[in-house]
């Protein structure tokens, strides 16, 4: 996610990003009934709070189908940028691989709304806790980054609940501002006070983080998906030209604080594994083009590492990249 850094942006037409999913005709002729409408948002939210168990299960292995059987484009898509992961397959074995990633999607999204509208237990084991304790003891301010794979939001809510820190979380606007306002409101009511939420189209939301972070509170964000005309460098992800967001490397940088990569992967029901990895800081020399880079780069490495320990849980739902552009 790119923030702008350090000036405000005045305020653009809002565009989709580069990495949602396409919409098209569909968008347009169903509204608040898309799969990205304020329609669904509330049906699932409603549906994962009232259904007993084994109801709530059926009903998710449906959706999934469905989803499955009808959006054609982001089926397309998922194969396509499962291809560079796990290598060329048949057409069954495809099928396979995008079922199974909606299946992971369509828990990951239910238990989202478990987690900020009910009071089931859930279970988080991390790994890298070591350093991860350091870090905090440090006073510091710091950035978690994170990718949209698996259940993010588990990861960017672990300073607040457990160790009393405040967090700052970016998110990207929802394609139905309704939707938007909707979840919006569950955050703030589940969050408490520890945690704040902003959206990336804020024209001021690279100066207030650069401020919270030289408060020493902590910004957490997804670096995996440039905004809508946001500045990007490329790297290569799966030996593929990647264009990355320079934003937080960039607020890293000014603010003179470390990136802290996070995933946030799924192992069953209501359990969870958050991957902490190494800390690392953004150069300052006198080439800050390089510097982002090579930032970016070592961002890349992680996220290429995560997506390819758990390939099923990256959700990303446009397709990355032609054929042509595999070496």
């Known amino acids: 996610m790119s923030v702008a850094l350090p000036r405000s942006i005045p305020p653009q037409t809002p565009q989709a990003p580069p990495h949602a999913p396409e919409g098209g005709w569909s968008r ?51 194969a396509s940028n499962l291809e560079a992961v796990l ?18 999607f369509a828990w ?30 440090s006073g ?4 978690l980054v994170t990718a949209h794979m698996g259940a993010w939001e588990v990861g960017s809510m672990v300073p607040a609940s457990r160790d009393c820190r405040r967090i700052h979380v970016v998110r990207e606007a929802e394609t139905d501002p309704r939707a938007q306002q909707f979840i919006e409101g569950l ?36 670096g995996d998906r440039p905004r809508a005309g946001g500045r990007t460098a490329e790297v290569r992800l799966f030996d593929r030209a990647f264009s990355l967001p320079i934003g937080t490397a960039a607020l890293a940088r000014a603010a003179e604080v470390p990136i802290v990569p996070v995933f946030v992967f799924r192992e069953g029901r209501l359990r ?10 953004v150069a300052e020399t006198a080439d800050r ?18 997506i390819r320990r758990e390939p099923h849980q990256w959700f990303c739902f446009r397709k990355l990249w032609k054929k042509e552009d595999a070496l």
Request: glycine content about 6%.
């Open 140 to 143: 510091r301010g710091f950035i």
């Open 28 to 78: 347009r002729l169903l509204g608040p009934f898309h799969v990205t409408g304020v329609f669904w948002f509330r049906f699932h939210r409603f549906g994962v709070t009232i259904l007993p168990e084994p109801a709530l299960r059926l009903t998710i292995e449906f959706f999934a189908a469905f989803f499955w059987l009808t959006l054609r484009k982001i089926r397309a898509a998922v």
């Open 187 to 222: 955050i703030r009511t589940c969050g408490g006070e520890l945690y704040t939420t902003h959206f990336a189209e804020d024209a001021h939301l690279g100066v207030d983080l650069l401020d919270a972070l030289r408060r020493k509170e902590i910004v957490a964000l997804q």
């Open 272 to 281: 969870y594994r958050c991957i902490m990895r190494p800390a690392f800081a």
């Open 289 to 306: 083009q390089r510097d982002l880079r090579e930032a970016l780069e070592r961002f890349a490495a992680d996220l290429e590492a995560a």
């Open 87 to 104: 290598g060329p397959c048949g057409w069954w074995e495809r099928q396979r691989r995008i079922h199974r990633t909606f299946l992971n």
């Open 108 to 137: 990951c999204l239910s238990e989202r709304y478990e987690r900020l509208s009910t009071d089931r237990t859930f279970t988080v084991e991390a790994e890298g806790l070591d350093a991860w304790y350091e870090l905090l003891a």
